[in-house]
């Protein structure tokens, strides 16, 4: 079992940054790769960014891709995404989620999630 906890979110100003942290526990939680995703009202949840157990692969969505950076440090059991130049349709739920395989952009791959946390990002 993998427990999930995000953080980090709020509110900011369209062009301003925040980060957003995962804090994994339970077993073997560094093993796992990583995502976000998120979910706007209305809307149906999106894939924004994986990584791989390692660290060393990360892929995005076209939407984030060059302002998002996803990273993890195994050793704190955390994963971070950092969000820069962020804009009012990146307004929504952040998740993170954890696949025991390569979950890739499919949410239907990851077997662990966590609650979420709000970013609201003003025009």
């Known amino acids: 079992q993998v427990q999930l906890v995000e953080s980090g979110g709020g509110l900011v100003q369209a062009g301003g940054s925040l980060r957003l942290s995962c804090a994994a526990s339970?077993?073997?939680?560094?093993?796992?790769?990583m995502a976000w995703f998120r979910q706007a009202p209305g809307k149906v949840r999106e894939f924004v960014a994986a990584?791989?157990?390692?660290?060393?692969?990360?892929y995005y969505s076209d939407s984030v891709k060059g302002r998002f950076t996803s990273s993890r440090d195994n050793a704190k059991n955390t994963v971070r995404l950092q969000m820069n130049s962020l804009k009012p349709e990146d307004t929504a739920v952040y998740s993170c989620?954890?696949?025991?395989?390569?979950?890739?952009?499919?949410?239907?791959?990851?077997?662990?999630w966590g609650q979420g946390t709000q970013v609201t990002v003003s025009s």
């Open positions: 989620a954890a696949s025991r395989s390569y979950g890739g952009m499919n949410g239907d791959n990851y077997e662990y």
């Open positions: 339970g077993r073997t939680s560094s093993s796992y790769s």
């Open positions: 990584i791989d157990w390692r660290g060393v692969s990360t």
